[in-house]
C-alpha cells in the first residue's frame, strides 16, 4: 500500500494563479481531509469529504474548493491564489472514527 | 466550542531527561484521544491512541500517555528521552458527537533534545 499520496512536493505561485493540489489514497477510507498547517498554528482544517460525492467545509475554506467523485481521490483546489495561502497542506484518510493517515504534504508559496 | 489545549509550545530537554507533555481537551462526551508526531521535514504519524479500557496506553519508541477523565486530559510522558525524538508533537481529540469522524488537533508542542 502505499497509503496516502499527495502532488506536488513544492510549489511557488503567482498571487492570482490558480492550483489544483492531488491527492489519493489506497486503502478505501471514506472519510479524507484537507489541512493546511502553519508555523505554531497546528493544523487547520479546510475540507472534508465523508464519502464520494459529499463534502463539507472545516475552519478555513475561504479561497479553496474540492471535489470527491471517487473513494480515492480529494482534490483542493486554490484559485485566485493570495500570499495567505502560503503554507503546508497536508491530506489525511481515515476509516472511521479511529487514527487519520496522512500524505506527505505539499509546501505551497505565493509570491 | 470544542479545543484542544497543549500547555507548552516549546520544550528544550537534555538526552535522558524524562518527558511529559500537557493535553486538555474541552468535551465532555464519548471521545478518542490520539497523539502525533512529526518529524523535521516529515508528515504526521500516530504515536499512539485511546479509545477506551486501560487508561494507561503505551505506544511507540517507548511513550506512553495516561488519560485522566475527570481531568479531561491526555499527557504524553516518555522516562528518558533520545535525540531522535527531536520533533513536534500533537494532541488529537475527536469527540462522539461528530459522528467519530472529525478530528480536532492541539496547536502543537516542539520537542528539542540536545544531545
Known amino acids: 500500500n502505499a497509503g496516502v499520496t499527495q502532488t506536488p512536493k513544492f510549489r511557488i505561485l503567482k498571487i492570482g494563479q490558480s492550483m489544483t493540489l492531488q491527492c489519493t489514497q489506497d486503502?478505501?477510507?471514506?472519510?479524507m481531509y484537507w489541512y493546511r498547517q502553519d508555523p505554531g498554528m497546528g493544523l487547520k482544517l479546510i475540507y472534508y469529504?465523508?464519502?464520494?460525492?459529499?463534502?463539507d467545509k472545516g475552519e478555513v475554506p475561504n479561497g479553496y474548493n474540492v471535489s470527491r467523485s471517487t473513494t480515492e481521490d480529494f482534490p483542493l483546489r486554490l484559485e485566485l491564489a493570495a500570499p495567505s495561502q502560503t503554507s503546508v497542506y497536508f491530506c489525511?484518510?481515515?476509516?472511521?472514527?479511529?487514527?487519520?493517515?496522512f500524505g506527505p504534504g505539499t509546501r505551497l508559496t505565493v509570491l | 466550542a470544542q479545543s484542544v489545549s497543549q500547555h507548552n509550545h516549546h520544550v528544550i530537554l537534555s538526552e535522558a531527561a524524562s518527558l511529559e507533555l500537557g493535553c486538555n481537551y474541552s468535551?465532555?462526551?464519548?471521545?478518542?484521544l490520539f497523539w502525533y508526531v512529526q518529524y523535521p521535514g516529515q508528515h504526521l504519524q500516530l504515536l499512539l491512541k485511546?479509545?477506551?479500557?486501560?487508561?494507561l496506553v503505551k505506544g511507540i519508541k517507548g511513550f506512553e500517555a495516561e488519560f485522566i477523565k475527570s481531568k479531561f486530559s491526555f499527557n504524553l510522558r516518555k522516562p528518558s528521552v533520545q535525540w531522535s525524538d527531536t520533533a513536534e508533537y500533537f494532541c488529537?481529540?475527536?469527540?462522539?458527537?461528530?459522528?467519530?469522524?472529525?478530528?480536532?488537533f492541539g496547536a502543537g508542542t516542539r520537542l528539542f533534545v540536545k544531545a
Open positions: 486503502m478505501n477510507h471514506n472519510y
Open positions: 485511546y479509545f477506551s479500557g486501560d487508561p
Open positions: 488529537a481529540v475527536c469527540p462522539g458527537n461528530t459522528g467519530g469522524f472529525k478530528t480536532i
Open positions: 468535551y465532555g462526551g464519548t471521545v478518542n
Open positions: 469529504s465523508v464519502g464520494a460525492g459529499i463534502t
Open positions: 489525511a484518510s481515515m476509516a472511521g472514527y479511529n487514527e487519520q493517515f
